[in-house]
């Protein structure tokens, strides 16, 4: 008797890891292209990808260590026609984040992500996946006000444009996959209860995915959390039956779902059977950056047996909730912590995927 084909259940993270301690303190000191900071920079990178690997991840990130200042504005860093005044992404805890405002045209990307892969894929021995931040994350830097000389019509047009060029770049690097960072889509729910705001941002987004070919789209994902900053959110409170139908929308393979944080984890599940689609995977979130208790693989292995009670194994895939500091000067979770969780994930997964494989 032939025995079947073992199934697998592909397990991948969102991207970032808490920087080094002394990285940051030398970022918050000056200029985070201070050249002489190139070899800090250069040894978290390498340290975060051993480390990674050391946690038998199949797929991993560099940590997004240059990334600076954050998963969102990275590309557009340090541009001149940017000030500083922009869009406010208030969160739970009372703190409070702000994107830049642009400030006139034409609008260009500083850089592209697939710079950071250059580096990384220099360091790693299995497949690296690279995040980018989204048009509608981005579309957020144009003021309510007009611009003079440049319409929003324009800048939309530009944006699209340097989207477009990131995942490319990133493609033809060999990125394993290229997640969009759309954690705005659960905060637009927030901003704008009626939807029309996530529907226009679901509709940017196509506008750029819609460029790429169906074979492309296979190594495409989109990631949604409620925001992770200093263990706190901006959006939790927003019901995922409000997301998640719009959110299938997307023209990518992969989705990337934020879900241990979260309480009721079968009401989350129940959406999600209902709207998926065939041919697309849904990474579920398996462990939280925000709470600090390191989950055991035993609790990960449950969390995936449950899952795989809604959403057909096949279609079915574990990542953690949210990177461990989308933000890089966010010391609320320690490398040490971020590497145990993420080993807690892939032992876990291997684990559910044994039982379920026996079934
Ligand atoms: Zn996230």
């Known amino acids: 008797m032939t025995k079947p084909a073992p199934i697998t259940i592909p397990t991948e993270p969102i991207g970032s890891i808490p920087r080094p301690a002394d990285l940051i303190e030398r970022v918050a000191k000056g200029d985070s292209e201070d050249t002489d900071l190139s070899a800090l920079y250069e040894d978290a990178i390498r340290d975060t990808i051993e480390r990674f690997e050391a946690t038998g991840s199949p797929v991993v990130t560099d940590g997004e260590q240059r990334k600076h200042h954050n998963f969102a504005t990275y590309c557009v860093h340090g541009l001149p026609n940017t000030a500083p005044d922009g869009f406010k992404i208030p969160f739970s805890d009372g703190h409070m984040r702000r994107l830049p405002r642009l400030t006139r045209g034409p609008f260009r990307y500083k850089r592209y992500a697939d710079s950071y892969l250059d580096v990384a894929t220099r360091y790693a021995h299995v497949p690296v996946k690279q995040a980018v931040i989204s048009p509608s994350a981005l579309?957020?830097?144009?003021?309510?006000?007009?611009?003079?000389?440049?319409?929003?019509?324009?800048?939309?047009?530009?944006?699209?444009?340097?989207?477009?060029?990131?995942?490319?770049?990133?493609?033809?690097?060999?990125?394993?996959?290229?997640?969009?960072?759309?954690?705005?889509?659960?905060?637009?729910?927030?901003?704008?209860?009626?939807?029309?705001?996530?529907?226009?941002?679901?509709?940017?987004?196509?506008?750029?995915?819609?460029?790429?070919?169906?074979?492309?789209?296979?190594?495409?994902?989109?990631?949604?959390?409620?925001?992770?900053?200093?263990?706190?959110?901006?959006?939790?409170?927003?019901?995922?039956?409000?997301?998640?139908?719009?959110?299938?929308?997307?023209?990518?393979?992969?989705?990337?779902?934020?879900?241990?944080?979260?309480?009721?984890?079968?009401?989350?599940?129940?959406?999600?059977?209902?709207?998926?689609?065939?041919?697309?995977?849904?990474?579920?979130?398996?462990?939280?950056?925000?709470?600090?208790?390191?989950?055991?693989?035993?609790?990960?292995?449950?969390?995936?047996?449950?899952?795989?009670?809604?959403?057909?194994?096949?279609?079915?895939?574990?990542?953690?909730?949210?990177?461990?500091?989308?933000?890089?000067?966010?010391?609320?979770?320690?490398?040490?912590?971020?590497?145990?969780?993420?080993?807690?994930?892939?032992?876990?997964t291997a684990l559910a995927e044994r039982l379920i494989g026996a079934r």
């Open 139 to 348: 579309s957020l830097l144009y003021p309510a006000e007009r611009i003079r000389d440049y319409s929003r019509e324009e800048f939309i047009v530009d944006l699209l444009s340097e989207h477009e060029i990131e995942i490319r770049r990133c493609l033809e690097k060999g990125a394993h996959k290229v997640q969009v960072d759309f954690t705005e889509g659960r905060l637009a729910v927030k901003i704008d209860p009626s939807g029309h705001l996530l529907n226009s941002f679901i509709e940017l987004n196509n506008l750029a995915l819609s460029r790429f070919t169906p074979e492309e789209r296979r190594r495409l994902g989109v990631h949604t959390c409620p925001g992770s900053d200093f263990d706190s959110t901006h959006s939790a409170d927003v019901d995922y039956a409000e997301l998640l139908p719009s959110l299938f929308a997307l023209k990518v393979d992969s989705f990337y779902i934020a879900l241990a944080g979260g309480r009721d984890h079968p009401h989350v599940l129940k959406i999600i059977r209902k709207y998926l689609k065939p041919g697309q995977r849904i990474f579920v979130g398996v462990t939280a950056p925000a709470d600090p208790r390191i989950e055991t693989p035993e609790e990960v292995r449950d969390r995936v047996l449950e899952a795989s009670e809604y959403i057909p194994v096949e279609q079915l895939g574990t990542t953690d909730d949210c990177g461990f500091s989308p933000f890089s000067d966010d010391t609320s979770t320690s490398r040490d912590t971020a590497f145990a969780k993420i080993q807690a994930r892939v032992l876990g």
